[in-house]
């Protein structure tokens, strides 16, 4: 039977954990593309926060962009925040760097990844060099 998840991408793969950040518990999903070496030297691999539920949509980001791809489904702005500290504290460990995050927003998550963005900024957290507005 096919997962209602959709399908994730050929050669992607997938850790799914709980972890705490600031206090606040946070569920995340970290694809990563086809070939992911953690210990490749050279370029940093871009890692992108995106708040999706499904498969199919992270497992291709990762895949096309030959990014680290981080989903959670936050409750609040608080928790979203906290969400994006965690994954600048663990970027080294995915061959990232918290000087290449970036966030992805579709719909009402383009709202929130808009003012996650602002709030990192204005409380001196970690800086998101891309952010994607789908349909804000």
Do not use: C, F, Y
Request: hydrophobic share 45%.
């Amino acid at each position: 039977a096919r997962s209602l998840r959709g399908t994730p991408a050929a050669g992607t793969r997938v850790v799914r954990r709980s972890a705490g950040e600031q206090g606040l518990p946070l569920d995340i999903a970290v694809w990563t593309p086809p070939g992911h070496d953690r210990s490749a030297t050279g370029s940093p691999v871009l890692v992108v926060l995106a708040r999706h539920d499904g498969d199919w949509l992270p497992s291709t980001l990762a895949k096309d962009l030959r990014a680290v791809v981080v989903t959670m489904a936050p409750d609040d702005d608080a928790q979203a925040l906290a969400g994006l500290s965690w994954i600048a504290l663990h970027a080294a460990g995915w061959n990232g760097t918290p000087e290449r995050l970036g966030i992805l927003g579709d719909g009402p998550g383009a709202d929130r990844a808009l003012r996650i963005t602002a709030l990192a900024r204005d409380a001196g957290g970690p800086a998101v060099l891309r952010l994607v507005l789908v349909s804000p």
